[in-house]
Structure formats: C-alpha cells, structure tokens
C-alpha cells in the first residue's frame, strides 16, 4: 500500500502518517526528516540546508528526489511506504511518476488535508518538539521553549526554526503558489481524496480508514 500526504505546512500530514505506520505497518518517508537528519550530521550539505529551511524555502528537486529514491529501494519499503508532504509541485509529482514508472511501482492513494491558513500558522507557530523523543507539544497548552517533555521525561521542548511566524507565513505562500496546483494533477489519475482537517486527529484518522478499507 502505497501512500501521500498532500497538505499545508501544520495541516497533520506527520500526525495521519504516525497512525497509518502503526496500523499497516509500513514506513513514513517524510522529506523534511530526511534533510533534518543532514543537518543534525552537521555536515557542509547540512549547514546549507539549514539556510534554505530556516527562510522557508525549499531544496533542490533533483536532490530531494534521490533522497526518496534511496529510501523507498531500501527493503523496509518493500510492502508500502507513505511519502509525507512530497511532491510539492507539478515537476517533482512528474519526476516522482517517472521514478515509479522506473521501479515499477503505483501510487495508490493521495490523501489532501484541507486546513485553513489562519489556522495552519496558529498551530505552526505554538508547536514545540521534544529533543529526544517524538513529542509534539504546543503553546496553547502552557508548554514552554526548554520546558521538559512530559513524556519522556529527558527531553527539552524546543521549536524549529521554520515553524516561527515570519517563516510560517513564507511557507504558506510557498505552498499556494507551488503545490496547490499539483492536486488537479491526482485528482486526474483517480487517486485523489479531499479531506477536511480540523482539531481532532482522531476523526480525521477515521475517514481515512474508511478510505483505506473500501479500497481493499
């Protein structure tokens, strides 16, 4: 089974792909953690995409493209993977068909989380992650930059660099003008399913599911 996130920056692309792993056990290959995972290497290549993400823009399709390929070749993929928030414009979903069309692989379902802006930098802007586990908290709640996660209690709360306001903002602009268009895109192939996002993670897993399950 083989799956895509579309959706805004916040919108609960990472959150949906958390539940789906744990159901069908298959991978999330999330863009964003890959090109992290560099830059926490501390490496020249990591340094440069700091910059890049810190502004709010995105890395070149060319080298995001060899990331995935890498990644989805490796045997974990073998039965599914879920590519969170990738393509996020009409040229990379082409060179992304063009991969599978290489590897002999079909993308089955595209799933977009329709959120609205005011809420996306809202929720952007108030998230906070642990530094050592998976947490994800918020402002709203009371947490605090460098407060100790409550889960595992080791980790620091911190917020990442392009989840502040200025950033935000660019990231949306970015988002309209480049990936929206992509959507008529899947939703020409048949594989595309609007969903409306909203503050219950839950019910919004549901419909998916239902989604999943009718197609099995």
């Given at each position: 089974m083989n799956i895509l996130f579309l959706g805004a920056p916040g919108c609960g692309k990472g959150t949906q792909s958390k539940i789906l792993i744990k159901e069908y056990k298959i991978p999330q290959i999330s863009t964003g953690d890959l090109l992290r995972e560099e830059i926490k290497a501390g490496s020249s290549l990591?340094?440069?995409?700091?910059?890049?993400?810190?502004?709010?823009?995105?890395?070149?399709?060319?080298l995001v493209l060899s990331l995935v390929s890498k990644k989805i070749t490796q045997d974990e993929c073998k039965s599914g993977f879920i590519?969170?928030?990738?393509?996020?414009?009409?040229?990379?979903?082409?060179?992304?068909?063009?991969?599978?069309?290489?590897?002999?692989?079909?993308?089955?379902?595209?799933?977009l989380i329709d959120v609205p802006f005011e809420t996306l930098i809202k929720r952007c802007t108030g998230r906070l992650l642990c530094n050592n586990c998976d947490y994800i908290g918020n402002m709203d709640r009371g947490e605090k930059i460098d407060d100790k996660c409550d889960k595992c209690e080791k980790g620091i709360l911190y917020?990442?660099?392009?989840?502040?306001?200025?950033?935000?903002?660019?990231?949306?602009?970015?988002?309209?003008?480049?990936?929206?268009?992509?959507?008529?895109?899947?939703?020409?192939?048949g594989i595309l399913h609007k969903m409306t996002g909203g503050n219950d993670p839950a019910e919004l897993s549901s419909k998916i599911a239902s989604v999943l399950k009718a197609g099995q």
């Open positions: 990591g340094k440069e995409l700091q910059d890049i993400m810190s502004s709010g823009k995105f890395v070149s399709d060319e590519l969170d928030g990738y393509p996020r414009n009409i040229s990379q979903a082409e060179s992304l068909d063009a991969l599978f069309l290489e590897k002999n692989i079909s993308l089955e379902y595209v799933f917020q990442r660099e392009d989840d502040k306001e200025e950033t935000v903002k660019n990231r949306l602009n970015v988002y309209q003008e480049q990936t929206a268009p992509i959507i008529e895109f899947y939703q020409s192939k």
